[in-house]
């Protein structure tokens, strides 16, 4: 997460959505929903393909 860059996502959102939508808080709650539906796909992304297989395919995407 510190890598990514997500956390500054999830603090500066409400100052991004200003201006934007009406609620910025309906804007942050989105993002938060798109990141736990996306940390369950990916749970079950791990699940079914092996977490062996997942972590040569990262490994090899980080090598290059």
Known sequence: QQFCGINAVFYYSTMFFDGIIENP????????LVNVVATYVALLLMESSGRRT???WSSGG???
């Open 54 to 56: 997942l972590i040569m």
């Open 62 to 64: 980080m090598f290059v």
């Open 25 to 32: 808080l309906v804007g942050t709650t989105i993002v938060g």
